[in-house]
């Protein structure tokens, strides 16, 4: 789905949005991306509930927060809606990263 999504941007923000709104294609590509990353994320933070680690889904939260906090302070004065979208594809693909790891110490516990 996403290949497709990313590879239809101009076709579905056409369709949807219309012509006028061919600037977003490139904010809907990125966020093709993170659509990956947050499939991802949500059966491992479930695996992590699971086990009983609620500390451990709050704190991924929390550097996550921080994470796309900083990265939209950064981003979106110099790149706008991109960095925007960007900022949350970086923060997605950090709370993939913490999750991974915290699901490797559950597993081998």
Same mark, same amino acid.
């Given at each position: 789905?996403?290949?497709?999504?990313?590879?239809?941007?101009?076709?579905?923000?056409?369709?949807?949005?219309? !012509?006028? #709104? $061919?600037?977003?294609?490139?904010?809907? *590509?990125?966020?093709?991306?993170?659509? &990956?990353? /947050?499939? %991802? +994320? @949500?059966?491992? =933070? /479930?695996?992590? &509930?699971?086990?009983?680690? /609620?500390? $451990?889904? +709050?704190?991924?939260? @929390?550097? &996550?927060?921080?994470? +796309?906090?900083?990265? +939209?302070?950064?981003?979106?004065? *110099? #790149? =706008?809606? !991109?960095?925007? @979208?960007?900022?949350?594809?970086?923060? !997605? @693909?950090?709370? $993939?990263?913490? %999750? &991974? *790891? %915290?699901?490797?110490?559950?597993?081998?516990?």
């Amino acid at each position: 789905f996403a290949a497709i999504l990313f590879i239809g941007a101009p076709l579905w923000i056409g369709i949807v949005f219309g !012509e006028a #709104y $061919a600037a977003a294609v490139p904010v809907l *590509r990125i966020h093709a991306f993170t659509l &990956v990353l /947050m499939f %991802l +994320n @949500a059966p491992l =933070g /479930m695996r992590l &509930v699971a086990a009983d680690r /609620m500390r $451990a889904v +709050n704190a991924t939260f @929390a550097v &996550v927060v921080t994470v +796309n906090l900083a990265a +939209n302070l950064i981003l979106i004065p *110099r #790149y =706008g809606i !991109e960095g925007a @979208a960007v900022a949350t594809l970086l923060s !997605e @693909a950090v709370s $993939a990263a913490v %999750l &991974v *790891r %915290l699901i490797r110490g559950v597993d081998s516990s």
